[in-house]
């Protein structure tokens, strides 16, 4: 395997666990009370985040293509601030049950227009096969 080959493992396997691990706080979050995170919890989706984003900086730069340069990356980047932004509402910023709810839909219809951004390299996401 090509260390590009792993490097790009590696980001899928953090996509996916990132993804997980804001699900697991997320939908407690929807309770009336929401619960306290275990510890676990609260400290691991950080060291998966910035794995997760350093390895997408590492395959941006080994194919040389960058975000604010090329316009599916600038699209990745974005739509990550966009994504974490929802899931600081849907996790507690949002003080309502409704508003944590909302936050957290649109956190998931961003996420998998990420996913798509990054499989069809076009910011049209689902949408570029389309034509
Ligand atoms: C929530 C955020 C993100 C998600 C869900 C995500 C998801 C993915 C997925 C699923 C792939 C594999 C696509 C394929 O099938 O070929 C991928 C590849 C890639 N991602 Fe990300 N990514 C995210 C953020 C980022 C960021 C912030 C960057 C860089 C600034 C980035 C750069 C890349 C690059 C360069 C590839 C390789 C594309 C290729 O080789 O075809 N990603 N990403």
Redesign the pocket.
Known sequence: MTTYALL?TL??SC?AL?LALFLLRAVPALRTQPPTPPRVLRVLPHVIDTV??LS??A??TT?H?Y?FVHGW?TA??L??IA?IVLGSLALKRAPTRAGRAVALAAALLT?AY??GV??H?DPRSWLAQVG
């Open positions: 790009k980001h899928m996509a990132s997760f984003l997408g900086l395959l941006a194919i293509q975000p990356l990745k980047v739509g990550l994504y996420f990420i996913v990054a499989m390299h």
